[in-house]
């Protein structure tokens, strides 16, 4: 699920009804996305790659899976897990927590 117009990518301020435009578009790219995956786990075990932003307070694609258990593998930053990378991490000093996680 990709755009093919990533001009959006370079705005540095966006107006309300743009904010508004993106969250819809993410709600419903998530609720696909869920869709999609628990037609797999129907069938057997499956190995989703999914980025930490779904795991964000609100995100509606965890949510929506019909799997209760979970293996997350999650970037630390100085220790500390985070949605995003701050600002002029070193590489080499990032590293990750693999933990077991249920809904």
Known sequence: MCR?????L???????KEIKIE????????????????QYTRKGLVFASL????FRAGGK????LDENNFIIASPLFNGKERLSPPSKFIKSEVSYVIKSVKK
Do not use: A
């Not at 370079?10 to 309300?16: D, H, L, V």
């Not at 969250?23 to 628990?38: D, V």
């Open 4 to 8: 093919k117009d990533k001009s959006f």
């Open 10 to 16: 370079e705005k540095k301020r966006r107006s309300s």
């Open 23 to 38: 969250e819809e578009i993410l709600f419903k790219r998530e609720l696909n996305q869920s869709s999609i995956i628990n």
């Open 51 to 54: 980025g930490i932003y779904h």
């Open 61 to 64: 694609l965890i949510p929506n």
